[in-house]
Antibody, heavy 132, light 111 residues
Framework: EVQLVESGGGLVQPGRSLRLSCTAS????????MSWVRQAPGKGLEWVGF??????????EYAASVKGRFTISRDDSKSIAYLQMNSLKTEDTAVYYC???????????????????????WGRGTLVTVSS | DIVMTQTPLSLSVTPGQPASISCKSS???????????LYWYLQKPGQSPQLLIY???SRFSGVPDRFSGSGSGTDFTLKISRVEAEDVGVYYC????????FGQGTKVEIK
């Protein structure tokens, strides 16, 4: 079965760290970019960041709200993507979704933008609560 | 950052009637590769989001043909030709040309 399963969520104090995992199955994980998306309680969706496949350099990009605090990595041999979250804040409280990202584009020749693909597969999410 | 603005934020629709959601971006979503990186997602109650439309107007596999997307540059629209009970949920547009930004979401309910 083609699926993504997130794990590692829980309650953590402000300023501490947490690492989320996203385990993929049913497809060739290494061929795809992976994005993380979060949703604060009762709020809308927020893109967190992505990592491209090794074929596209394994490039990472992040939302401004998490840049410098969060790091995305991948282990293609285990079909797992990670989201390392440091210096957590109360506003990071959310359900974190892992998604398969159909990103195959290149940098825009004028703007330098690197496009995301569409997210065609989502996990069920894992809840991260940052509170003292 | 690119800002995505959806209207309306909520919609109450009689089954069988059409519905339309507008999405405007603060910058053009047209890439030099010729693609426009605008997507539509639906989050049904209690579920993870699911992809409906990619690159403005391409329906994802399994999405009913009553859903259609249109637009260009900075102005986009999602239309449901005849709303059904299973279409309830929150609809989000998202730009993918530079990092990622979702619209605020449009909650669709059945009258």
């Amino acid at each position: 079965e083609v699926q993504l399963v997130e794990s590692g969520g829980g309650l953590v104090q402000p300023g501490r760290s947490l690492r989320l995992s996203c385990t993929a199955s049913g497809f060739t994980f290494g061929d795809y970019a992976m994005s993380w998306v979060r949703q604060a309680p009762g709020k809308g969706l927020e893109w967190v960041g992505f990592i491209r496949s090794k074929a596209y350099g394994g490039t990472t990009e992040y939302a401004a709200s998490v840049k410098g605090r969060f790091t995305i990595s991948r282990d293609d041999s285990k079909s797992i993507a990670y989201l390392q979250m440091n210096s957590l804040k109360t506003e990071d409280t959310a359900v974190y979704y892992c998604t398969r990202d159909q990103s195959h584009g290149y940098y825009d020749i004028l703007t330098g933008y690197l496009p995301l693909g569409y997210f065609d597969l989502w996990g069920r999410g894992t809840l991260v609560t940052v509170s003292s | 950052d690119i800002v995505m603005t959806q209207t309306p934020l909520s919609l109450s629709v009689t089954p069988g009637q059409p519905a339309s959601i507008s999405c405007k971006s603060s910058q053009s979503l047209l890439h030099s590769d010729g693609k426009t990186y605008l997507y539509w997602y639906l989050q049904k109650p209690g579920q993870s989001p699911q992809l409906l439309i990619y690159e403005v107007s391409s329906r994802f596999s399994g999405v009913p043909d009553r859903f259609s997307g249109s637009g260009s540059g900075t102005d986009f629209t999602l239309k449901i030709s005849r709303v059904e009970a299973e279409d309830v949920g929150v609809y989000y547009c998202m730009q993918g040309i530079h990092r990622g930004t979702f619209g605020q979401g449009t909650k669709v309910e059945i009258k």
